[in-house]
C-alpha cells in the first residue's frame, strides 16, 4: 500500500481540518488532497511513471506536503534535498539518484536551475500564486498508484561525513510501520498540533512530524527556518501540543529570554532526536516549561525511529530508550560478536524499519548490513534493564596516548557548568599522545569565564587523562540543517594543534 495513502484517507476522515499551517496560510485536508492530486498529474503529463524519481528542494512550507503526496500518488519515489544545496551539489543528487524533474523554491531556484542543468533535470520553479495557477491547469490524478511495501518510497541522501552522500532506499513499508510506531509512542489524534520546525527534507521531520501528524489527522504549523523567539511565539498561538526538535533547538529555547513570558501550557509531549541530548539541557527545560521530553534515537537508514523512552514505561535521563516494537538492538565488538551487558560496543539494528540498501552502492550497502543487521557507527552500552545508552559516534572517538575518551562524557559535563550554552570536544593532533582533548565552546549571552577556570571545573569531574588541555571560545558552532552540531566543520585553532 502507497504511503500516500496516509494523506488520502485522513482526507476521507478529516476533510475540512487544517492539516498544514503557515502563519496565517492554512490548508485543510481536503485542499491538501486535491493539490497532490493535481501535482500527481501533472506529473503524469510530463511522462513520469511508477519508480520515476523525483526531486523536492522545498523549506518546510506548504507547497512540501501537496508536492510531496503528489509525488507518490503518482507512484514515484522522493528525493527530498536542502534547498540550501549549491549547484554542484544539486548536480550530484539528481544525477546520482537519476532524477529527472525536480520541483525547488522559487526563492532559492538559481543553484537549482544551474544543477537541472548540468544533469539534463527539469526544473519546476514554485512561487506563490503562480503555482496555484499551473496547478488549477491540470487534470487531478485522484487515483492512487499502487505500490508493493517492499518499493522505494523515498531516497534520503546521508550527509556525506565521509567522501561523497549515499542514498538510503526507503520503501513504504519502511516508513509506513515507522509512522504507526510514531504516532502510537506520542500518543497522537486529530486534536493534536504539531511544531513543525524540523526540516521535511531530513528523515526525523519527514516520519515523526509530517507523516505522523496526516495519518493522526491533526494540524503540523510550519516554522521553515528555526529561530526560538518564533518558536515561542508559534507554540503559543496555536497551542502546540506536540514539540519535536534537536538537542540545539531545545538548547535555544532553553536560553532564550521570551521563553519566561511565554505561555507553553499547552505542550503535552516533547520529543528529542537527531543527536544526544544533554542531561543538563533536558532537566532545565522540563524543570523551566514542565513538559516531559522524551528521547529516542534513529538514523536515515532506519526510517528513522530505532528506539524511545516509552511514555509508558519508566523514563532514564541520558537514555535512548529502548527498541520499539518489532525491532532488535544489540551492541558488538570489532569482530561481529556480542558485547557483554555493561560494556561499550557498537550498536546493530534489525527489523522493519531497515532501509532496502544505498541506491547504486551494493558495496556501500554490504558495508553496513550483515547478515540483517544494520552497523550504525554508533557505541553505545546497555544497563541492567536493557536501556541503551549512546557513548558516542565510533568515528569521534578520540584516543589520547592509548587510552579511550569519548567526547559526549566530557561535553555533558561542560553543560552542567552555568556559563557554557554549548560545547563540542574534538581530538586535535599531538606529537606524543597522538591525539589530545580539545574543546570548543559558546558561552551564553551575558555570561563569561576564562580558559582556566573552565578546564579546573571539568578537570575536577573527569579523570585525569580526559580532561581537555585545549579549551577555546566561539560565538556559535557550526550546524547543519537539522541544527546538529557539526564537528567535521570546527576550526581548531592553531594554538590547539602545536602540542607536543
Not at 487544517?18 to 503529463?45: C, F, H, M, P
Not at 512550507?61 to 508536492?67: K, R
Not at 579549551?471 to 602540542?499: C, H, M, Q, Y
Amino acid at each position: 500500500m502507497s504511503l500516500a495513502r496516509l494523506l488520502t484517507d485522513a482526507a476521507a476522515q478529516h476533510g475540512e481540518r487544517t492539516a498544514v499551517k503557515l502563519d496565517d496560510i492554512e490548508l485543510n485536508y481536503q485542499t491538501l488532497d486535491e493539490g497532490s492530486a493535481r501535482v500527481a498529474g501533472l506529473l503524469a503529463a510530463k511522462g513520469v511513471q511508477a519508480d520515476d524519481r523525483v526531486g523536492i528542494m522545498l523549506p518546510n512550507v506548504p507547497y512540501f506536503p501537496v508536492v510531496y503526496y503528489g509525488v507518490l500518488r503518482a507512484g514515484g519515489v522522493v528525493v527530498p534535498m536542502n534547498p540550501l544545496l549549491k549547484g554542484r551539489e544539486v548536480a550530484f543528487h539528481l544525477q546520482d539518484s537519476g532524477t529527472n524533474v525536480i520541483f525547488v523554491w522559487g526563492d532559492m531556484a538559481e543553484e537549482a536551475e544551474q544543477g537541472g542543468q548540468e544533469a539534463g533535470a527539469e526544473v519546476i520553479s514554485i512561487a506563490p500564486g503562480e503555482f496555484e495557477k499551473l496547478l488549477g491547469e491540470q487534470e487531478p490524478r485522484r487515483e492512487v498508484v499502487d505500490r508493493a511495501d517492499e518499493d522505494t518510497a523515498v531516497i534520503l541522501y546521508t550527509s556525506g561525513t565521509t567522501g561523497t552522500p549515499k542514498g538510503a532506499e526507503l520503501t513504504h513499508a519502511n516508513l509506513k510501520r515507522n509512522v504507526e510506531v510514531s504516532t502510537g509512542l506520542f500518543d497522537m489524534s486529530c486534536e493534536d498540533v504539531v511544531f513543525g520546525g524540523l526540516p521535511f527534507f531530513h528523515s526525523f521531520g519527514q516520519t515523526c512530524a509530517l507523516n505522523a501528524t496526516i495519518a493522526g489527522g491533526g494540524t503540523i504549523t510550519l516554522l521553515p527556518r528555526f529561530e526560538p523567539g518564533k518558536a515561542f511565539e508559534i507554540i503559543q498561538r496555536d497551542k502546540v501540543t506536540i514539540l519535536e526538535g534537536v538537542p540545539t533547538m531545545y538548547s535555544a529555547l532553553l536560553n532564550h529570554p521570551d521563553g519566561d513570558q511565554c505561555d507553553t501550557s499547552s505542550l503535552r509531549v516533547c520529543v528529542s532526536g537527531g543527536s544526544a541530548l544533554p542531561g543538563e539541557v533536558l532537566r532545565g527545560f522540563e524543570d523551566k516549561f514542565g513538559a516531559a521530553i522524551l528521547e529516542g534515537y534513529g538514523l536515515s537508514e532506519t526510517s528513522p525511529v530505532a528506539s524511545f523512552n516509552h511514555p509508558d514505561r519508566e523514563r532514564k535521563v541520558g537514555s535512548i530508550g529502548t527498541p520499539i516494537e518489532g525491532v532488535e538492538m544489540k551492541l558488538v565488538d570489532d569482530d561481529g560478536k556480542d558485547v557483554p551487558q555493561g560494556e561499550v560496543g557498537e550498536i546493530v539494528i534489525k527489523g522493519h524499519n531497515v532501509m532496502r540498501g544505498y541506491w547504486g552502492r551494493e558495496d556501500a550497502t554490504a558495508e553496513v548490513l550483515q547478515d540483517g543487521w544494520f552497523h550504525t557507527g554508533d557505541m553505545g552500552q546497555i544497563d541492567e534493564d536493557g536501556y541503551f545508552f549512546i557513548v558516542d559516534r565510533k568515528k569521534d572517538l578520540i584516543i589520547r596516548g592509548g587510552y579511550n575518551v569519548y567526547p559526549r562524557e566530557i561535553e555533558e559535563v561542560f553543560y552542567t557548568h552555568p556559563a557554557v550554552a554549548e560545547a563540542a570536544v574534538v581530538g586535535v593532533p599531538h606529537d606524543e599522545l597522538g591525539e589530545e582533548i580539545g574543546a570548543a565552546v559558546a558561552l551564553k549571552e551575558g555570561e563569561s569565564v576564562d580558559e582556566d577556570t573552565l578546564r579546573d571545573f571539568i578537570k575536577e569531574e573527569v579523570a585525569a587523562y580526559k580532561y581537555p588541555r585545549q579549551i577555546w571560545f566561539v560565538d556559535e558552532l557550526p550546524k547543519g540543517p537539522t541544527g546538529k552540531i557539526l564537528k567535521r566543520e570546527i576550526d581548531v585553532p592553531n594554538r590547539a594543534k602545536s602540542g607536543s
